[in-house]
């Protein structure tokens, strides 16, 4: 039997923001957990920003369009 796992919303933006990569941002348990299945379908989500922010808190803004 084949056994799929599917997560919740992932976003690595505001104050996960450069910790892609960071090797203890999921616990051992989580680390065991995904491992355990067959398959893991993951919901990555992040804005789609020009890189500018508004304030410290401030949500991403889409980047301009061209003309």
């Known amino acids: 039997m084949t056994q799929l796992t599917f997560t919740g919303d992932i976003a690595f933006s505001k104050y996960f923001t450069g910790r892609a990569n960071d090797?203890?941002?999921?616990?051992?348990?989580?680390?065991?957990?995904?491992?355990?299945?067959d398959h893991v379908v993951a919901y990555v989500e992040g804005p789609i920003s020009n890189g500018e922010k508004k304030g410290s808190d401030a949500a991403a803004t889409a980047p301009s369009k061209s003309k």
């Open 23 to 37: 090797e203890n941002l999921l616990s051992d348990e989580i680390l065991t957990f995904l491992s355990d299945s």
